[in-house]
C-alpha cells in the first residue's frame, strides 16, 4: 500500500578520462564531463502482503495491529523533464559517450531515493498507513485501532 509520493529534483555529475598504459590523459584532450538534472518520483508505503493472520487481534471492540515498517516501494525518473544539461569533451573526443548518460540516470534514481529519506519519506508513509488503517477499521465498527 503506497502512502507517500515524493517528487525530486537532483543534479548528478558523471566524468570519465581515457588511460593509456594506466595512466590518465589530460582531461583537456580527452575526458568528458556531464550534467544530467532529473526529476522523478519516489514511493514508500507498507507492504500489507507481509501481514499474517497473527498480525490482527480483536480484542473486543479494539483491532490491535502488527504493522510492517514502511519502505521504498519504487522510484522513476520523469522523462519529460529529465535532460542532460551540459556535457563538456575534450579536444580530441570525437563523440560523447553515451553509456555515461545512462550511469548518470541510474545515479539519479539512487539520490533520489536517498534525499526522500533525508527529508523523511519512511516516517510519513507509516504515519499514513496507520491513519488509512484506522480509518478502514473504525468504520467497520471497531472503536479503537492500536498499532504495534
Not at 5 to 23: D, G, K, M, P, S
Not at 45 to 69: K, N, T, W, Y
Not at 100 to 119: G, P, S, T
Amino acid at each position: 500500500m503506497a502512502t507517500v509520493e515524493y517528487t525530486t529534483q537532483v543534479l548528478v555529475t558523471e566524468e570519465e578520462n581515457a588511460e593509456i598504459f594506466r595512466q590518465p590523459l589530460p582531461e583537456f584532450l580527452t575526458g568528458e564531463q556531464l550534467l544530467v538534472v532529473a526529476v522523478g518520483e519516489v514511493e514508500a508505503g507498507v507492504d500489507l502482503s507481509e501481514l499474517g493472520p497473527e498480525d490482527a487481534r480483536i480484542v473486543g471492540d479494539r483491532a490491535i495491529i502488527d504493522l510492517p515498517d514502511a519502505r521504498i516501494l519504487g522510484s522513476s525518473l520523469d522523462e519529460d523533464k529529465t535532460r542532460l544539461y551540459d556535457r563538456d569533451r575534450g579536444l580530441f573526443k570525437i563523440r560523447g559517450n553515451d553509456e555515461l548518460i545512462e550511469e548518470a540516470r541510474r545515479d539519479a534514481e539512487d539520490r533520489m531515493v536517498e534525499a526522500a529519506k533525508e527529508h523523511g519519506i519512511l516516517d510519513k508513509a507509516q504515519d499514513n498507513a496507520k491513519t488509512s488503517i484506522s480509518t478502514l477499521i473504525t468504520s467497520l465498527g471497531y472503536d479503537e485501532v492500536r498499532f504495534t
